[in-house]
């Protein structure tokens, strides 16, 4: 599992919102975790995986204690994944938390939110405590149980920089994901 | 969701532990959340789905606030999963958490455990908050995340018994599972 | 298993094809086993399994033998899933078949393969035998053994309209998908 | 994929057989295509992939062409995967095609047909064409396409030993299963 950190979050830089009537801001959102998806709409491993985790977020958090907002960090094929594009594929996903469409900068492909994150790529799951900062900001897949977990001990007050005991770990055998071997 | 409950929890009897030096007990326990998982070895839920679930609560969480068990509540094929199958099963299968072995009761398949909490079948998910006290005693499948949130929340000694808001649900739409219909 | 048709196909109607220098006609690949799947880019069951084994159809069989050919044949948010969207698209999911685009209509939102065709919906796997007759057209999900079975027998020249023998059948017992019940 | 062999089939050597009212020998099913699982019933990648493959070759192919057959060939943990325990775990994993048990040898823990087939371990799926010849014999986890294809072309009296075209491969790209990279 990755470590918990501890990074100042610069607010979100929107061109544009769906699924809310207003921009939101962390500063606004202080006092609640807020979840942060960033994704591509024709990123595969966003599809599989980071969007339905964000609706499992979004459904199984009261808003009053959790927010969880979709970013749509695009940095490549800019001209496939608009704004039009977007709209659908929200509504055929079903995706119906606020998604912010992460502005772009001129001459750099990289949008700004995800440039001033320093994220690595999409999907990224970025989770964000009660005081505003950063505690998680992870490249790639995390499982369901951990992320429940980490929410839950955010909005509950608790921010464990460390693990308070080792992690258990399961030997090999010889019988592995392929099979038994002789 | 299922709901949480407020049910007590009379002590485990068990014919026989293993992965445990002592015989463990709910008082000795008091303090810490405890998760266990009953199955049995040839119930086929229990090893798709109860199995690997009890292996990740047992990984993630830390054993100062979280106990995992397996409860091993044979209730038909008795001689099929005796104790000797039941060792090759835990190896087979890398269980490395307590797992104790429901007593089994004259005149009734229905093991002594099993009965008293009022289980319905394989696999049961029962959470026992950090004051003895049952909180959820589901039969079936429940998603990790909702999972890793209700142990959270019961471990940092917060015990909703109703979702602080209504739960959110995704509207039906010409799209579904099976594909987009015309 | 859906039960296998014998309809006359008229030919696909593109307005473009990608991954391919040529227009395929369905008379030129007479003599083999033509697989069409008509999908949606933003179609999630299409992206989740009509792709997939579309990518498997492709790389299993011999060119010689069997041709994959994607269909798409947009019914909805024709402006969201333009050609610019598909071409990125087939690039993130690898999709490196011929697909052609179904050509739309004027006055109606079915475009023109998919209306002759009278398909249902996306995803649909249409399998045509290799006298050009279709024999399967089947809108949503179908097991992966079931179409490489399908696909050759009739690479073989075989071509039942109805099984040999009857369909085998699982009774249900007290064990099902959620479980074990007492 | 797997390429074809061609392997003289000795007998299959059963201490007993389940589902099955006579004992079944390769000469009285020359003619047909028959279809081996050798499993262990704990071992965890014959319960998770292959006695759900082989339940739908069992389903899918007409009896009059194709046998399937379970061989329930035992390593290890013997005492815990005896009889009983198997009628049991056969009845729970719904398998009615009959299984035979691989009959154990003095002074081995390897049995007698696992042994003489040159098994590597379970799941292994040993096919064997019409003539009475091994044609596939696999250690591990095979896509179902790949499995239904080759049925089939046995079936159909197609023996290739080598593939008609070059396979193809899907080249890497800065998105993967993990997701896209900047």
Same mark, same amino acid.
């Given at each position: 599992?990755?470590?918990?950190?501890? @990074?100042? /979050?610069? &607010?979100?830089? !929107?061109?544009?919102?769906?699924?809310?009537?207003? %921009?939101?801001?962390?500063? #606004?959102?202080?006092?609640?975790?807020?979840?942060?998806?960033?994704?591509?709409?024709?990123?595969?491993?966003?599809?599989?995986?980071?969007? $339905?985790? /964000?609706?499992?977020?979004?459904?199984?958090?009261? #808003? &009053?204690?959790?927010?969880?907002?979709?970013?749509? #960090?695009?940095?490549?094929?800019? %001209? /496939?994944?608009? &704004?039009?594009?977007?709209? !659908?594929?929200l509504h055929e996903y079903r995706v119906?938390?606020?998604? /912010?469409?992460? @502005? @772009?900068?001129?001459?750099?492909?990289?949008?700004?939110?995800?440039?001033?994150?320093?994220?690595?790529?999409?999907?990224?799951?970025?989770?964000?405590?009660? %005081?505003?900062?950063?505690?998680?900001?992870?490249?790639?897949?995390?499982?369901?149980?951990?992320?429940?977990?980490?929410?839950?001990?955010?909005? !509950?007050?608790q921010a464990p920089l460390k693990p308070?005991?080792?992690?258990?770990?399961?030997? $090999? %055998?010889?019988?592995?994901?392929?099979?038994?071997r002789i």
């Amino acid at each position: 599992m990755p470590p918990l950190i501890h @990074q100042a /979050a610069t &607010d979100i830089h !929107a061109s544009r919102w769906f699924n809310s009537n207003e %921009e939101l801001s962390l500063k #606004s959102l202080l006092g609640r975790v807020v979840v942060v998806h960033a994704f591509q709409m024709l990123c595969p491993g966003c599809v599989s995986h980071g969007i $339905p985790q /964000a609706l499992k977020t979004h459904t199984l958090f009261s #808003s &009053d204690e959790v927010v969880t907002i979709g970013l749509h #960090s695009v940095f490549e094929h800019h %001209e /496939a994944m608009n &704004d039009i594009s977007l709209a !659908a594929f929200l509504h055929e996903y079903r995706v119906d938390f606020p998604v /912010a469409v992460d @502005q @772009q900068r001129t001459g750099s492909p990289i949008p700004h939110t995800m440039h001033a994150w320093g994220l690595q790529g999409t999907p990224s799951l970025i989770i964000i405590d009660r %005081e505003g900062i950063i505690r998680l900001n992870h490249f790639g897949r995390l499982d369901d149980m951990f992320v429940g977990k980490l929410i839950s001990q955010l909005s !509950a007050g608790q921010a464990p920089l460390k693990p308070s005991s080792p992690a258990k770990t399961n030997k $090999p %055998e010889n019988c592995d994901d392929k099979g038994c071997r002789i």
